[in-house]
């Protein structure tokens, strides 16, 4: 893993902004260069999905299990400007769990006014079946933003700050796309990248600009959570380094692995003792 990562660890700033409003943004995680060649292969492999679920030219459209198709999704998965933030919030017992990428096309002869919202937290079943308020963390988005969303109407992410620590919010009439006061646009230049709690209420939008809003989802958790997709790089497996391997689901010695892990199971941890010191690793 790339030692540059070490001038990128989680800050105290964007550890409270974490802990108290569910989010917090990185600016310029990406470069100019990395944007553009993550807009032609996302532009690439949404076209082609269009074309096979029938998906209509100006719906949104949702691409699931997109990280096996090219090594330039590969190396975001621990990528130094954003990976040990990663590791600063959930620890070393991590995998990716779940990857997406979503693609807003441009609305056009539509009422502005209708943001298309559709309140949600993620991971469904979860927030249902554990008993407590809120339901505990356990895993987090990053969301590469590729499409410059600095200005509102550009198919932002809505979030209601802080709403991850209650289990409910209030919706009238039980309408999940109501236009809620408290939800704000999250504003972000392309090449950013927004760190956001499973927990946090949050809505995609509608888009109203000139280009298509494309964002790359990166949903980290903890080892012992079973995937929400395939997750499938196999044919790039045996090009990638143990902790790669790691986030990718290994658990060299089996099931056990996942909750009682020995050292060859999580790489991640050996590391992080070797370049920060046994303070920085959590029991």
């Excluded at 497996?237 to 689901?249: A, H, M, V």
Aim: charged share 30%; hydrophobic share 35%; with cysteine.
């Amino acid at each position: 893993m790339d030692t540059k990562c070490l001038d990128y660890c989680l800050t105290e700033t964007e550890r409270k902004a974490f802990e108290q409003d569910g989010y917090f943004i990185v600016e310029n995680a990406l470069d100019t260069d990395q944007v553009e060649k993550l807009i032609e292969l996302t532009d690439s492999l949404d076209n082609a999905h269009r074309v096979k679920k029938e998906i209509a030219a100006g719906d949104r459209s949702l691409f699931m299990d997109f990280i096996g198709k090219d090594k330039t999704y590969i190396e975001l998965v621990d990528w130094y400007r954003t990976f040990p933030k990663v590791w600063g919030i959930l620890g070393w017992n991590i995998q990716l769990y779940h990857n997406h990428f979503v693609v807003t096309p441009c609305e056009t002869g539509k009422n502005e006014g209708d943001k298309k919202l559709g309140w949600h937290q993620d991971s469904d079943r979860i927030n249902k079946e554990i008993e407590s308020d809120p339901p505990p963390r356990i895993s987090f988005k990053i969301g590469y933003f590729l499409t410059d969303c600095s200005e509102p109407d550009r198919g932002n992410l809505y979030v209601i700050p802080g709403s991850h620590l209650r289990k409910d919010i209030h919706l009238p009439d039980n309408d999940r796309s109501s236009d809620l006061e408290e939800g704000v646009p999250v504003l972000v230049s392309a090449g950013s990248a927004v760190f956001f709690d499973r927990r946090l209420w949050h809505s995609s939008s509608a888009n109203y600009w000139n280009q298509p809003r494309r964002t790359l989802f990166y949903g980290y958790g903890y080892r012992w959570i079973r995937p929400r997709d395939d997750i499938t790089v196999d044919k790039y497996w045996d090009q990638l380094d143990p902790i790669r391997k790691q986030l990718f689901g290994a658990s060299p010695t089996g099931n056990f692995g996942y909750t009682s892990p020995q050292d060859e199971d999580v790489p991640l941890r050996a590391w992080i003792r070797e370049h920060l010191g046994e303070a920085a690793v959590i029991a």
